[in-house]
C-alpha cells in the first residue's frame, strides 16, 4: 500500500493515570434530546485509591496461583510518548491565585472546541507530562486525568456523601474530624462490599450519586483528556472518591452516532468506534480501569433506550410525554464495553409463543434471586458471579429479547428470532455457563459500518444479517455471541492483542453454528473445512493488499501489556481509518486456534478451553496466559514442537501468512463441498466459453444446488475469469436467485 503509517495520526492514547486511582463504579444521569443531538447530565465516579487496590490484587494472586504473574505486574518505567495532545508544559511557580473556579452565576467560558476551563491556560498544564506523572509531586496537588473528547464539561465537584442519610454505617472511624478523610472512608467501604451485598451497594451508589455538592473542584482539558485537582490533595488518598462531572455530548461526538432507522425515524446508538466511549462520558478507558455502572436514561415517552444492563428494564414515565429508563451491571468490565442506543424500537415477539418461549422468558437469574452454591472458586475480584450460580450453570437459554424498526418486523420474524435459541443452547454446549443473565439483540440503522458488534447484555446486528436465508444471520448472531465469553467476560489486556477476542469468536462461530443445524459430525467438518477455505483466500488477499506492520497480531512484542508509571499507554494504529476494514486479526487468529485443536483434537481442546473459561472469567489476559495455560493442560505427546515461544515467533509476532498455516494449506486435500464447486465452475467456464448459435435446448448445463458457502466460493472463481459474459452473469443471478440471497453472496 502507498498510504505510510504515522504513529501521531494512527495511534490512540489511553491517558488516564489507572496506576494512581481507579474508577470503581460509575452513576450516569442523562437527558436524550434528538432535536439538538445532544445528551446531556451528569456522571457520578467512584474511586479507590492506589494502595487499596493494590492490596486487594495482591491477594487475588496468592488465591489464584493459576494466572500469570507477568499478565499482572506489568511496568514500562520510561514515559510514554502521546499523540495530538498538547504542547503546554506546568510550571510548579504556578501558585494557587493562577487558577480560577466558574461559580453558579458566572458566566460558561467554553472555548471555540466546545470544552469549558475553569483551570486557566496560563497555568501550562502538560497533557504528555500527565501521562507519565500525575501521581504525588510533593508539594503539587495530585492531578486526576480522565480519557475524554467531543464533550464540553461544564463543571466538576467533589459529592458530599456523608450527607446521605443511614450512610453513617460505612464509617469505620466515627472519630474522624477532618471531614474530606469521613468522606473518602465512605467510599471506600462503598467500593468494597461483598458481592452478597450488591443491592445495597447499588442502592447506595444511587443516593450518594444524588447527594448536594461540597466544592468545585479545577478542571482542564486538552484534545484526549479531562484533568481534575483539588488544592491541598497532594495524593490519589486525599484526593475527594466522589466526584460529580455535568456536561454535554458533541452532536459530531465520535462515540455515538445520531441517525435515522430504517423507518425514518431518529434514533441514536453508540457505534464501537475506537474512540470507544470517551465521547459519550469522561472515563477511564484502559482496561484495567473495570468498573461497575447504573445509568438513568430519560427520552420522549414515544423512544425505547436500550443498554448494557442485567434487568429488561421497562420505562417510568414522567411528565411532559417524557420516560426515565434505569440499567445497571454487577459485573466489573472496563468502559469500553458500556453500550446505549435510543430509537422507536418495537419489540419483536413470536407469532405464537410457545411453551418453550415461556420457560426462556420466565428463565431470568439476577443476583438477587441467584442461588450461589459455590460451583467452583472464581479468581476474578468479587462481583455476584454466574459461574458460582448452580441454577445459572444448567441455564441453556438465556432469556433474550429482540428489537428492530417496525418496517423490519415480518423480517426479524421469519429469520432472526427462531435462530436465537438453538444458537445460545450451542454455545452453552460448548463452553458452559452464560456470563451475562439475558441478552437484547437490536437491528441497527443501515449506517452501521459492519455486520455486527456485542456488548454486556446487548448485541447490535446489521439489517443485512436479514436477507436471504438463514445462512449469515446464524454464524453472525453465533460470533457475537461467543464474544460474550472472549471479548467480554474474558478480555485482553492489551488491545493490540485483538485476536484474542475476534479470533475466537471466529473459530467458535462455526462450532456454535454446526450445532445450532444439528448437523452430523460429517457435515459439520465439511462445513467447516469450506469455511476455511474461504478464510484462507481472504486471508491471503489481506496480507497482499495492506501494511506489513498491520499484520501483526502482537505488535508490541515483549512490551505487551505494559504501561507507563502513571498507566497511561498508546495504543498502536488504534485510529487507523484503514484497520475499521481489516480482518487479520480476525483470520490469523481463527487460523491459530484452528491449527492447536486440530493439533490436539476437538475434544481434548474444548475440554481445556471450557476449563479456561472458568479460570479467566471476569479477568483481563494476555497471549502468554491462553497458551502457557494451554500447554500445560495437554498431553506430552500432542505438544511436541509447540512452546508459547514458537507460537509467538511463527503466529503472532511475524507478518504475511504464518508458515505451518503456509504448509497446512499446501498439503491439504480440498474438502468434498469444494470440490463440488469446481465442477460446478468448469461447468459455467465452458457455457460462457461455447457460442450462442451452437447452444440448443438439450444441451442445456444442468447446475447442482448450493450451499450459502458454496455460492461465495463458486462466485469468488468466476469473477477470477479474465471475461464473463453478460449472458452468463444473467444466468447466474436467474439459477441462484442472487437478489434473494445472503448480503455475502450479493457483495461478490
Known amino acids: 500500500m502507498d498510504r505510510k503509517l504515522d504513529p501521531s495520526r494512527d495511534d490512540l492514547p489511553l491517558m488516564a493515570n489507572t496506576s494512581h486511582i481507579r474508577v470503581k463504579h460509575y452513576a450516569l444521569d442523562l437527558d436524550v434530546d434528538f432535536e439538538s443531538q445532544i445528551m446531556e447530565g451528569t456522571i457520578v465516579l467512584f474511586f479507590e485509591s492506589e494502595n487499596r487496590f493494590r492490596k486487594r490484587s495482591i491477594s487475588t494472586e496468592e488465591t489464584c496461583q493459576s494466572e500469570s504473574s507477568e499478565a499482572r505486574t506489568v511496568r514500562m518505567p520510561e514515559a510514554c510518548h502521546v499523540p495530538g495532545t498538547s504542547t503546554r508544559t506546568f510550571s510548579s511557580k504556578t501558585g494557587h491565585s493562577d487558577f480560577v473556579i466558574c461559580g453558579k452565576g458566572e458566566k460558561d467560558t467554553a472555548g471555540k472546541d466546545g470544552n469549558h476551563d475553569n483551570w486557566e491556560q496560563a497555568s501550562g498544564i502538560s497533557s504528555s507530562k500527565y501521562c507519565c506523572d500525575t501521581g504525588n509531586h510533593g508539594s503539587e496537588d495530585f492531578v486526576l486525568v480522565l480519557d475524554c473528547c467531543d464533550l464540553s464539561v461544564l463543571k466538576v465537584e467533589e459529592v458530599d456523601v456523608a450527607a446521605v442519610p443511614g450512610i453513617e454505617k460505612f464509617t469505620r472511624s466515627p472519630k474522624l474530624t477532618v471531614i474530606s478523610e469521613l468522606r473518602n472512608q465512605i467510599v471506600r467501604e462503598l467500593v468494597t462490599l461483598p458481592a452478597d451485598r450488591w443491592r445495597e451497594q447499588l442502592d447506595y451508589f444511587a443516593c450518594c450519586s444524588q447527594a448536594p455538592g461540597c466544592g468545585e473542584l479545577l478542571f482542564d482539558t486538552d484534545t484526549w483528556s479531562l484533568q481534575i485537582r483539588k488544592r491541598g490533595a497532594q495524593t490519589a488518598t486525599d484526593f ?327 498507566g497511561s499507554s498508546v495504543i498502536k494504529h488504534g485510529l487507523n481509518p484503514e484497520k475499521v476494514f481489516m480482518q487479520v486479526h480476525y483470520l490469523k487468529g481463527y487460523f491459530l486456534l484452528r491449527f492447536l485443536a486440530r493439533r490436539l483434537g476437538d475434544d481434548t481442546y474444548f475440554s481445556f478451553l471450557r476449563k479456561f473459561v472458568h479460570t479467566f472469567h471476569g479477568q483481563l489476559i494476555l497471549s502468554q496466559d491462553f497458551l502457557q495455560m494451554l500447554l500445560e493442560n495437554i498431553p506430552e505427546e500432542k505438544g511436541l514442537e509447540l512452546s508459547v515461544e514458537s507460537i509467538f515467533q511463527d503466529w503472532l509476532e511475524s507478518s504475511g501468512i504464518p508458515q505451518p498455516l503456509q504448509t497446512e494449506r499446501q498439503a491439504g486435500a480440498e474438502c468434498g463441498l469444494a470440490r463440488q464447486v469446481g465442477v460446478e465452475v468448469e461447468k459455467w467456464n465452458r457455457g460462457s466459453r461455447r457460442p450462442r448459435k451452437r447452444r440448443r435446448r438439450g444441451t442445456e448445463e444442468l447446475f447442482e444446488k448450493l450451499l450459502p458457502d458454496q455460492l461465495v466460493l463458486l462466485l469468488e472463481h468466476l469473477l477470477e475469469q479474465k471475461t464473463l459474459n453478460p449472458r452468463t452473469l444473467q444466468r447466474l443471478e436467474r439459477t441462484y436467485h442472487l437478489p434473494q440471497q445472503d448480503a455475502e453472496e450479493r457483495s461478490q
Open 240 to 566: 475527594p472518591h466522589a466526584v460529580r462531572i455535568r456536561y454535554r455530548t458533541n452532536p459530531q461526538g465520535r462515540s455515538i452516532t445520531w441517525t435515522s432507522d430504517q423507518s425514518s425515524r431518529p434514533c441514536v446508538y453508540t457505534m464501537g468506534s475506537p474512540l470507544n466511549n470517551r465521547a459519550l462520558f469522561p472515563c477511564q478507558e484502559p482496561p484495567v480501569a473495570m468498573s461497575t455502572w447504573q445509568a438513568t436514561v430519560r427520552a420522549a415517552a414515544s423512544f425505547v433506550v436500550l443498554m448494557s444492563g442485567e434487568r429488561s428494564a421497562k420505562p417510568t414515565q414522567l411528565q411532559e410525554g417524557r420516560s426515565s429508563w434505569h440499567y445497571y451491571v454487577t459485573m466489573p468490565m472496563p468502559a469500553s464495553t458500556f453500550t446505549i442506543a435510543v430509537g422507536a424500537w418495537t419489540e419483536v415477539k413470536p407469532e405464537t409463543c410457545s411453551s418453550n418461549d415461556l420457560a426462556a422468558e420466565g428463565g431470568s437469574f439476577s443476583p438477587s434471586d441467584a442461588d450461589f452454591g459455590c460451583v467452583e472458586v472464581c479468581c476474578h475480584m468479587d462481583y455476584p458471579c454466574r459461574f458460582q450460580n448452580a441454577s445459572a450453570a444448567v441455564q441453556e437459554i438465556i432469556p433474550h429479547r429482540v428489537f428492530a424498526p417496525v418496517c423490519l418486523q415480518g423480517a426479524c420474524q421469519e429469520t432472526l428470532l427462531p435462530l436465537v435459541p438453538p444458537c445460545l443452547a450451542a454455545a452453552h454446549s460448548v463452553l458452559g455457563t452464560h456470563p451475562f443473565s439475558r441478552l437484547d439483540i437490536l437491528i441497527v440503522p443501515a449506517n452501521f459500518p459492519s455486520l455486527g458488534m456485542a456488548s454486556p447484555h446487548i448485541i447490535f446486528l446489521s439489517q443485512s444479517t436479514l436477507t436471504g436465508r438463514s445462512h449469515l444471520c446464524g454464524t453472525r448472531l453465533c460470533h457475537e455471541i461467543a464474544h460474550a465469553w472472549f471479548g467480554l467476560a474474558i478480555g485482553a489486556r492489551d488491545w493490540t492483542e485483538e485476536w484474542l477476542s475476534e479470533g475466537f469468536a471466529t473459530h467458535l462461530e462455526d462450532v456454535f453454528w454446526a450445532k445450532a443445524q444439528q448437523l452430523a459430525p460429517h457435515e459439520a467438518r465439511e462445513q467447516q473445512e469450506l469455511r476455511a477455505c474461504l478464510r484462507w483466500r481472504r486471508l491471503q488477499d489481506e496480507v497482499r493488499s495492506s501494511p506489513e506492520e498491520m499484520q501483526v497480531l502482537r505488535p508490541n512484542k515483549e512490551k505487551t501489556g505494559y504501561v507507563s508509571d502513571s
